[in-house]
C-alpha cells in the first residue's frame, strides 16, 4: 500500500498559502519543462485573481520520495470560514503559514482554532524572512503562544518550525541561511506529519466538499475514512434526521497533480471523487449498504448578516442581463446553497424576494459578483445584521474583534472612528513602525467602517476583523449623515446642470450617462435628500456676454466599488445590479409613494 499524508494549508488573507503551493507543484515537477502557466495555479476563477483572495478550497496532489501528499489550499478569509470548517475534517496534519513580519492575525487564530478542536497536527512556517523589518523569531514565540491559549495539547505544542520565502522558492531549518530549493519543508511532512491511517471495517466516507461537470452533474468530494470503496457497487447514503438511501457508485477519481485520475477502488486515508451519486448534500455519510453507520454532521459557524435579494424592477431591466425573471433568481440562488454551506435563503412573502443570510459582507458581495458575471440581473436591499435574544430576554448583537495596523500619526483618527461606532479600545501597541489596534466592536458598527479608514489614514491601514460572540446590544450606531440627491426625470445627465449644482454636493453620474427617475446619482452635503432635473440643457439665444460662456468645469464623479455601495446604502434604497452596471436607487420610484412610505416609518 502506498503512504499517504493529507494536510491542508491555513493562513491568514495574503500570507502567501497559494504562492507556496505554487512552489510545492513545481518541487514535485507536475508540469513540462517547457510548459507555460501563470502564478497562483490553484486560484483559478477571475474573481480570485482580481482580488488576489481564495475563496473555494481546492485539491491538489503531489508525490515525493514515493510519498502522495494531498495537499488542501484553504481560504484565508473568516467570511468564507465554512470552507475551511468541513476541509479540515479530510486532513491529518496542517501547515500553519505565518508572515514573518505581521505575525498572527485574527483570520490566522480563527482556522488555527478549528485545527486545533480536530486534534490536527502542526506544522509552522514562517514566510516572507525575505521582508524588511521582519521579525520570525518573535513571531514564532507569537504563535506559540497563541496555540497555548487555544488549549493545544503537548503534541501539538511540541511543533517543527519551517523559515523560508515561497515567493522566492526555499525552505529551511534557519532564517538566515536560505536554502536553494523547498525540499526541507516536503521532507517536514513526511517526518512530522501521521500518515493516513488504514482503517480496516465496513466503508465510510464523509462528502466535505462537492465538485460540477455538465456531463456527469455533481461529484461528491470526500475522505475515505473505513474501508473501501469499489466502483460500480450499491452503497447506503446517510443523510439528515436519520434518512438512507440506496445509491450506485458510477466511477471513482482519486487526485493526481492537478487533474483526477479514474481508479477502480479507493482505500482508506485517500481523499476522492464519486460520480453517479444523486440527491446528496455536503456532510452525509457514504456507507455500507447491509450497516450504515453515519458519520457525524459538519457544523457550520451561523451566519451574523442577511440581504434581501430581489429582481430587478427599475426603468432598465432586462437592457444587459440574460437572466432577469425571480425564478432564475430563486434557481441560482438555491444551487448556490448545494455547495456554499454558510449561505442559508429564505423565501419572504413576495414571490420575488428572498432573504439570503451570509457571514458577512465580502460573504455576500461575492456571491452577487458571480452572479452578474453570469448575466444575473438583481436588487439588493442594505445588509442587517441579525440578532438573538437569550432566555432573559435580553437583546444579543454580534460582536467581531477588529484588528487595524495603521501609522502612528493616523491611529487617534482611527480610533475616533471607531468608537464612534460602538468600538472598545483594547489593544495599542507598537509593531515596526506601525501601531497595533485591537478592539471588539459590534458588525454593525463595520458596515461601512473600511471606506472611513481608508480615507482618514490616505489608504494606509490593514483592518482585518473577525466574528467573536452574540453580547448583549451595544446602543444605536449614527448612520450616514448626509443625504441623497435624486433624479427627477428620465434620460441623458448634461453637463450644463451637473456644473450648476455641484456646490449642493458630489455626483456619482457623469455627463451623457442614462439616468432614471428615482435613482440615487450624489451625496447631498446636507442630511436631507433633494431632487434635481439633470436633463436641462442649456437654451440657447444669440446674445453672447462676456464670462458667462466660460468652459464646464466638473469634478470627476465618485466611483463605487461593489462592497463600498452594499455598505453606503440606506434602508429606503436599493443597489441595482447588472452584468455592466451598478445603480442606487430609491425602492419608491416615485416622489409621493417616499412621502407616504417616509410617514409610514415615523409613525411606527
Known amino acids: 500500500m502506498q503512504s499517504i499524508r493529507n494536510i491542508a494549508i491555513i493562513a491568514h488573507v495574503d500570507h502567501g498559502k497559494t504562492t507556496l503551493v505554487d512552489k510545492i507543484i513545481h518541487a514535485s515537477k507536475l508540469f513540462r519543462d ?35 501528499i494531498n495537499v488542501i489550499d484553504t481560504p484565508g478569509h473568516s467570511d468564507f470560514g465554512g470552507e475551511v470548517e468541513r476541509v479540515l475534517k479530510m486532513a491529518d496534519g496542517v501547515l500553519l503559514l505565518v508572515d514573518a513580519f505581521e505575525g498572527p492575525m485574527p483570520q490566522t487564530r480563527f482556522v488555527l482554532s478549528k485545527a486545533i478542536q480536530l486534534g490536527l497536527k502542526p506544522i ?28 493545544a495539547t503537548e503534541d501539538q505544542l511540541d511543533f517543527v518550525t519551517v523559515y523560508g520565502s515561497s515567493k522566492q522558492g526555499w525552505m529551511g531549518p534557519d532564517w538566515q541561511n536560505p536554502t536553494t530549493d523547498i525540499t526541507f519543508l516536503l521532507d517536514t511532512i513526511i517526518e512530522q ?69 479514474k481508479v477502480a477502488e479507493v482505500s482508506a486515508g485517500d481523499i476522492c471523487a464519486v460520480t453517479g451519486i444523486e440527491d446528496f448534500e455536503i456532510g452525509d455519510t457514504i456507507a455500507d449498504v447491509e450497516n450504515p453507520e453515519p458519520l457525524p454532521r459538519i457544523a457550520v459557524d451561523e451566519p451574523t448578516m442577511n440581504m434581501l435579494f430581489t429582481i430587478n424592477n427599475s426603468p432598465f431591466f432586462g437592457k444587459e442581463g440574460k437572466f432577469v425573471t425571480s425564478r432564475h433568481l430563486r434557481d441560482r440562488l438555491l444551487k448556490e446553497t448545494e455547495k456554499n454551506l454558510a449561505l442559508r435563503v429564505e423565501n419572504t412573502d413576495t414571490e420575488d424576494k428572498f432573504l439570503v443570510f451570509g457571514r458577512g459582507i465580502l460573504h455576500l458581495s461575492v456571491l452577487i459578483e458571480t452572479m452578474r458575471r453570469e448575466g444575473y440581473e438583481l436588487q439588493v436591499g442594505q445588509p ?40 472598545e479600545l483594547l489593544v495599542m501597541e507598537p509593531k515596526g513602525d506601525l501601531q497595533h489596534l485591537e478592539f471588539e466592536i459590534p458588525s454593525r458598527g463595520l458596515i461601512g467602517l473600511r471606506s472611513n479608514v481608508l480615507t482618514a489614514t490616505q489608504g494606509e491601514a490593514v483592518m482585518t476583523h473577525r466574528f467573536k460572540s452574540f453580547e448583549p446590544f451595544r446602543g444605536a450606531i449614527p448612520g450616514r449623515i448626509s ?22 454636493g458630489r455626483f456619482f453620474v457623469e455627463p451623457g450617462e442614462e439616468i432614471y427617475g428615482g435613482q440615487v446619482i450624489g451625496e447631498h452635503n446636507r442630511p436631507n435628500d433633494i431632487v434635481v432635473n439633470l436633463q436641462e440643457a442649456k437654451k440657447l439665444t444669440n446674445m453672447r456676454a462676456s464670462g458667462s460662456d466660460d468652459g464646464l468645469r466638473i469634478a470627476p464623479k465618485l466611483n463605487f466599488s461593489l ?20 445603480r442606487m436607487r430609491k425602492i419608491y420610484l416615485d416622489e409621493n409613494d417616499r412621502k407616504r412610505y417616509a410617514n409610514k416609518m415615523e409613525m411606527a
Open 193 to 261: 506529519i501521521p500518515p493516513a491511517p488504514m482503517n480496516e471495517g465496513t466503508v465510510q466516507m464523509q462528502i466535505t466538499s462537492l465538485d460540477y461537470n455538465a456531463f456527469v452533474g455533481r461529484i461528491a468530494i470526500g475522505r475515505v475514512l473505513r474501508g473501501t470503496l469499489k466502483e460500480g457497487s450499491i452503497v447506503a447514503l446517510c443523510k439528515a434526521h436519520g434518512v438512507i438511501k440506496k445509491v450506485k457508485i458510477k466511477e471513482l477519481n482519486l487526485f493526481e497533480g492537478l487533474g483526477k485520475a
Open 124 to 151: 509552522v512556517v514562517v514566510n516572507k524572512v525575505d521582508k524588511e523589518n521582519c521579525r520570525p523569531e518573535e513571531v514564532q514565540e507569537g504563535i506559540f503562544d497563541l496555540m497555548f491559549n487555544l488549549g
Open 483 to 504: 443625504g441623497s440627491i435624486i433624479s427627477k426625470g428620465t434620460g441623458m445627465a448634461t453637463g450644463y446642470t451637473i456644473d450648476k449644482l455641484q456646490d449642493r
Open 563 to 582: 462592497e463600498e455601495a452594499m455598505e453606503y446604502i440606506q434602508k429606503d434604497e436599493y443597489l441595482e445590479v447588472t452584468p455592466q452596471s451598478i
Open 34 to 68: 517547457n510548459q507555460a502557466f501563470d502564478d497562483l495555479i490553484l486560484d483559478n476563477n477571475d474573481l480570485e485573481r482580481e482580488r488576489g483572495i481564495t475563496i473555494v478550497s481546492k485539491n491538489v496532489s503531489v508525490r515525493y520520495k514515493d510519498v502522495k
Open 384 to 423: 442587517q445584521v441579525l440578532f438573538k435574544e437569550d432566555e432573559n430576554g435580553q437583546r444579543l448583537e454580534p460582536v467581531e474583534t477588529l484588528v487595524v495596523d495603521v501609522p502612528e500619526e493616523s491611529a487617534g483618527k482611527v480610533i475616533e472612528l471607531a468608537t464612534q461606532r460602538k468600538g
